[in-house]
């Protein structure tokens, strides 16, 4: 894709990708949380995470809510990054059929929504199916 804007190439680090990793557990989570869900811990601590995962599972979105609607239908996509970690992702510059369980995929900053009338835009991660080459 041609679209991207040029300060998202240029500054990468506009977007900082970190999540909340329990230190008594392990567990990761997107965004950071108080407490981990898994052991109840508030042992937390922030780090980066990777931007690199696969599809666990998808679904279609044709029905999107408010402020999403420019985009549907559009893919839906758990992702489990290389650490393990597990979010929820929209799937951007990619055909439909190249979204599959088990593809590779790239966490890249969108535009995430729209927010009202305000016309306040929000960016987050998205991913994108890696071609094989
Ligand atoms: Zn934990």
Not at 27 to 48: G, L, M, Q, W
Not at 105 to 118: M, Q, Y
Request: hydrophobic fraction near 35%; glycine fraction near 8%.
């Amino acid at each position: 894709m041609l679209t991207i804007p040029r300060a998202w190439r240029e500054k990468p680090q506009r977007y900082l990708f970190k999540g909340g990793k329990c230190k008594d557990c392990g567990f990761v989570t997107y965004p950071a949380r108080k407490v981990c869900p898994k052991c109840h811990s508030e042992n937390i601590e922030t780090v980066d995470l990777p931007r690199e995962g696969k599809i666990i599972t998808y679904t279609i979105v044709y029905s999107a809510p408010e402020g999403f609607g420019d985009f549907s239908p559009y893919p839906l996509a758990i992702v489990e990054l290389t650490n393990g970690a597990r979010l929820m992702l929209q799937i951007v510059d990619t055909d439909l059929d190249k979204v599959q369980i088990g593809e590779k995929v790239n966490v890249v900053f969108r535009r995430l929504l729209v927010e009202g009338n305000a016309g306040i835009i929000i960016y987050g991660p998205k991913a994108t199916v890696v071609e094989d080459k």
